[in-house]
């Protein structure tokens, strides 16, 4: 089971930045291909940025060039740098976590993930 805790979301205006972090539990983040995805009110949870097995990332084309996806081994902590911010990045941010050997390179990448944080809130203004 691994234990995942988000935090960091905010309010901001569109064009400003915000960091979120997942803080994972030890067993949790080796092994483990780690990602973020979110939901917007209406919409259906979308993958935005992961690492698969291999350490390799991949974004949504929506988010390429503004997010940044990371981690901090020594701390199990997972982040997402988010610039640029647009009023269409508004949405709840989830930490997820799958423990099955995946590449971003399969379609199901995103499927595959099976374990979530309670997720924290971003909203954008305009």
């Known amino acids: 089971q691994a234990d995942l805790r988000e935090s960091g979301g905010g309010s901001v205006q569109a064009g400003g930045s915000l960091r979120l972090s997942c803080a994972a539990s030890e067993h949790a983040f080796s092994g483990y291909c780690m990602g973020w995805f979110r939901q917007a009110p209406g919409k259906e949870r979308e993958g935005v940025a992961g690492f698969d097995s291999d350490g390799s990332t991949t974004y949504a084309d929506s988010v390429k060039g503004r997010f940044t996806i990371s981690k901090d081994n020594a701390k199990n902590t997972l982040y997402l740098q988010m610039n640029s911010l647009k009023p269409e990045d508004t949405a709840i941010y989830y930490c997820?976590?799958?423990?099955?050997?995946?590449?971003?390179?399969?379609?199901?990448?995103?499927?595959?993930?099976?374990?979530w944080g309670q997720g924290t809130q971003v909203t954008v203004s305009s």
């Open positions: 997820a976590a799958v423990k099955i050997p995946s590449s971003i390179y399969d379609v199901s990448f995103w499927l595959r993930f099976g374990y």
